[in-house]
């Protein structure tokens, strides 16, 4: 199975680009696991909380998708929420993300 890679780029502006990604990892694990500032995941991953919320880059929007109506009602919790808004818990690594872009949004 080939390694992907996806960036994580945090809300002081560094980067973080995490190789050796598996698919099907979501990538709220993948930030956590990673020490990704801002991406704290308190719900475990179950879409109830907006602790993971990052912007897509806009040339990765169509690869990743749009959110579920589940996902859209828990994005209403977070602060600066823009029409790029995912939560990372939702999205799983996939090889058609491989070398993905995100932004860590500002922090509740």
Not at 61 to 66: E, F, L, P, R, S
Not at 81 to 101: F, H, K, T, Y
């Amino acid at each position: 199975m080939a390694s992907l890679k996806v960036t994580f780029v945090q809300v002081d502006g560094e980067e973080k680009t995490i190789d050796g990604v598996e698919a099907g990892q979501s990538l709220m694990e993948i930030g956590r696991s990673n020490g990704v500032a801002g991406i704290l995941g308190d719900c475990g991953g179950s879409c109830a909380c907006a602790t993971c919320h990052v912007y897509v880059e806009p040339q990765w929007q169509a690869a990743v998708g749009a959110p579920d109506d589940v996902e859209t009602s828990t994005l209403d919790m977070a602060m600066d929420v823009q029409p790029n808004s995912r939560l990372c818990c939702q999205i799983a690594m996939r090889p058609e993300l491989d070398g993905l872009r995100l932004r860590v949004a500002p922090g509740l």
